[in-house]
């Protein structure tokens, strides 16, 4: 059974500090791992994921598959980065659900 | 830019009641899902749906509910017999593919 793990359910850094929200996946193939965010009063939206290696919103993730982790970093925190994190995975192939964490509310302060 | 669009925003029925909860996925969109958050819990997967048919469900998806793409846009979840527990956020999402599903705004249903 696929599991994604926030250990996180708050993290609240000051503006500037850097933030690294943590996630593990438990699942035994190769799965395609991504961060939504959902800013207050506002839709889920993709923020990025592995397979793209890109840097969104100066976020960045790195899969670790020996750790099983896939941890959203950023060096800087601004204030409009307050949202709610959701890490989330599927087993690839033709499957595509999303198996998502519980999320990470993240308050970033002035 | 092209959004997912879901109706009604709320919904509050009585127990026992059936509701119908609607999206109209991107156009060109070819896989179509429903998920649910309890209040408090995470985002759960109900249901996939690719060429008019069930691509995959999870054991949340019982007799209970059903899906259905009536026409070229809609997207419907209907819940036959709502119970305490269906009380959600239910959200529906389309792809184009396996890559980025992209999220309705949600409609949040109340069952008394």
């Known amino acids: 059974a696929q599991r994604v793990t926030q250990p996180e359910k708050l993290l609240s850094v000051f503006k500037g500090a850097p933030v690294e929200l943590k996630c593990n996946y438990s699942y035994s193939g190769s799965p395609e791992l991504f961060w939504y965010v959902q800013y207050s009063r506002q839709r889920l939206q993709l923020l990025l994921r592995?397979?793209s290696r890109e840097s969104i919103k100066g976020f960045t993730a790195d899969l670790n598959k020996g750790e099983t982790s896939f941890h959203l970093k950023k060096p800087f925190a601004q204030e409009e980065d307050s949202a709610m994190y959701y890490c989330a995975l599927t087993s690839g192939g033709s499957n595509y659900k999303l198996t998502f964490g519980k999320g990470t509310l993240l308050t970033v302060n002035p | 830019e092209p959004e997912v669009t879901q109706t009604p925003s709320h919904q509050v029925t009585q127990m026992g009641q059936e509701v119908i909860l609607r999206c109209v996925p991107i156009s060109n969109h070819l896989y179509f899902y429903w998920y649910r958050q309890i209040l408090g819990q995470k985002v759960e997967f109900l249901v996939s749906?690719?060429?008019?048919?069930?691509?995959?469900k999870s054991e949340i998806f019982d007799d209970q509910f059903s899906v259905e793409r009536p026409d070229g846009s809609n997207f419907t979840l209907k819940i036959r017999s709502t119970k305490l527990e269906d009380s959600a956020m239910y959200f529906c999402a389309s792809s184009v593919g396996g890559e980025t599903q992209y999220f309705g705004p949600g409609t949040r249903l109340l069952v008394l």
């Open positions: 592995h397979i």
């Open positions: 749906f690719y060429n008019n048919e069930i691509s995959e």
